[in-house]
């Protein structure tokens, strides 16, 4: 085959600009830090960078749900807290009523301290979480104890109508892949029994403040205890949720340091490797030029010169 000066030049041209595409994608990789730019340098690569981040934005949703459990828990915890040292102050009360040397104006001020403190509770019943009832079980809309007295989850009766579709059941939060933890505590239990205790007492105060016949503390005083132990148990059902919750979160931020690592080592440019091809493709591209400018033959232009 002959080859012409037309080949040769042509040739020239095209591994010119082969070389100064090759730079053009090395710079490109310094600037950026990443391998590629575009899904067709290489398809390995970037179908295995859309599953890297895949699974990172699925951790961190799940350490989004973590957090807001974490809102559940803290929340009911410190609620069911607050019921706990109530009825410590309920037991002292009635330890108090028992006393035989209490005049009737004596028990008419515990009465009424008896009275703002089942409010108090009542208070501690309607705890929300933004626009969220937190003992309400799935009735997330509607509070355990209505003020404008209509009562939605009541029964014929006047107490906490556990037969209410939703007031018994879990509210769930996903925190791993297939995995959900119920975040809620079942109120309407607690402070139906509180409630119970509560409205013998009074009703105890009070007829011993009509008859003068003594109530039945003793029995008032185990009521305080029993339910006393439902808070703790709950509380301890939390905290075993909580401490689940922490492990979690462990787990999730160790997966969210591997996913990241392999992202990087699957997408981010070694510097080091890039500068050195980026200057040996210099010297070729001007090697190139060299060699080139030897090969094209001189024009009448050069011998007028």
Same mark, same amino acid.
């Given at each position: 085959m002959r080859v012409t000066q037309s080949m040769l030049s042509s040739n020239m041209l095209r591994n010119l600009s082969s070389s100064y595409t090759k730079m053009g994608v090395l710079q490109e990789q310094l600037n950026t830090g990443k391998k590629i730019s575009r899904p067709s340098q290489d398809p390995v690569v970037a179908m295995k960078g859309i599953g890297f981040r895949s699974d990172l934005n699925r951790v961190e949703q799940f350490e989004r749900n973590l957090g807001e459990a974490n809102n559940w828990l803290d929340s009911s915890d410190d609620g069911l807290d607050k019921v706990g040292q109530a009825l410590h102050r309920v037991r002292e009360l009635i330890l108090d009523a028992? $006393?035989?040397?209490?005049?009737?104006?004596? %028990?008419?001020?515990?009465?009424?301290? +008896?009275?703002q403190i089942k409010l108090q509770i009542r208070d501690l019943g309607n705890t929300k979480i933004g626009d969220k009832f937190i003992f309400s079980g799935t009735k997330t809309l509607s509070p355990l104890y209505d003020p404008n007295g209509t009562a939605p989850l009541y029964d014929a009766n006047g107490f906490l109508d556990p037969t209410n579709p939703g007031v018994m059941e879990d509210v769930n939060i996903e925190i791993n892949a297939g995995v959900e933890l119920p975040v809620n505590t079942n109120g309407i239990g607690i402070f139906?029994?509180?409630?119970?205790?509560?409205?013998?007492?009074?009703?105890?105060?009070?007829?011993?403040?009509?008859?003068?016949?003594?109530?039945?503390?003793?029995?008032?005083?185990?009521?305080?205890?029993?339910?006393?132990?439902?808070?703790?148990?709950?509380?301890?059902?939390?905290?075993?949720?909580? $401490?689940?919750?922490?492990?979690?979160?462990? %787990?999730?931020?160790?997966?969210?340091? +591997?996913?990241?690592k392999q992202m990087s080592e699957n997408e981010d440019v070694e510097y080091e490797k890039a500068i050195t091809d980026l200057i040996t493709q210099e010297s070729i591209h001007r090697a190139g030029l060299a060699v080139g400018s030897r090969i094209i033959q001189p024009s009448l232009v050069d011998f007028l010169r």
């Amino acid at each position: 085959m002959r080859v012409t000066q037309s080949m040769l030049s042509s040739n020239m041209l095209r591994n010119l600009s082969s070389s100064y595409t090759k730079m053009g994608v090395l710079q490109e990789q310094l600037n950026t830090g990443k391998k590629i730019s575009r899904p067709s340098q290489d398809p390995v690569v970037a179908m295995k960078g859309i599953g890297f981040r895949s699974d990172l934005n699925r951790v961190e949703q799940f350490e989004r749900n973590l957090g807001e459990a974490n809102n559940w828990l803290d929340s009911s915890d410190d609620g069911l807290d607050k019921v706990g040292q109530a009825l410590h102050r309920v037991r002292e009360l009635i330890l108090d009523a028992a $006393n035989d040397t209490k005049t009737p104006d004596d %028990r008419d001020k515990i009465a009424k301290e +008896i009275d703002q403190i089942k409010l108090q509770i009542r208070d501690l019943g309607n705890t929300k979480i933004g626009d969220k009832f937190i003992f309400s079980g799935t009735k997330t809309l509607s509070p355990l104890y209505d003020p404008n007295g209509t009562a939605p989850l009541y029964d014929a009766n006047g107490f906490l109508d556990p037969t209410n579709p939703g007031v018994m059941e879990d509210v769930n939060i996903e925190i791993n892949a297939g995995v959900e933890l119920p975040v809620n505590t079942n109120g309407i239990g607690i402070f139906n029994e509180i409630d119970d205790m509560m409205k013998q007492l009074q009703t105890a105060l009070e007829d011993e403040k009509i008859t003068g016949v003594k109530g039945d503390y003793d029995a008032l005083l185990g009521l305080a205890d029993k339910n006393t132990d439902l808070v703790l148990s709950a509380r301890s059902q939390i905290g075993a949720r909580q $401490n689940r919750v922490e492990m979690m979160e462990n %787990r999730l931020s160790s997966q969210n340091i +591997i996913v990241t690592k392999q992202m990087s080592e699957n997408e981010d440019v070694e510097y080091e490797k890039a500068i050195t091809d980026l200057i040996t493709q210099e010297s070729i591209h001007r090697a190139g030029l060299a060699v080139g400018s030897r090969i094209i033959q001189p024009s009448l232009v050069d011998f007028l010169r």
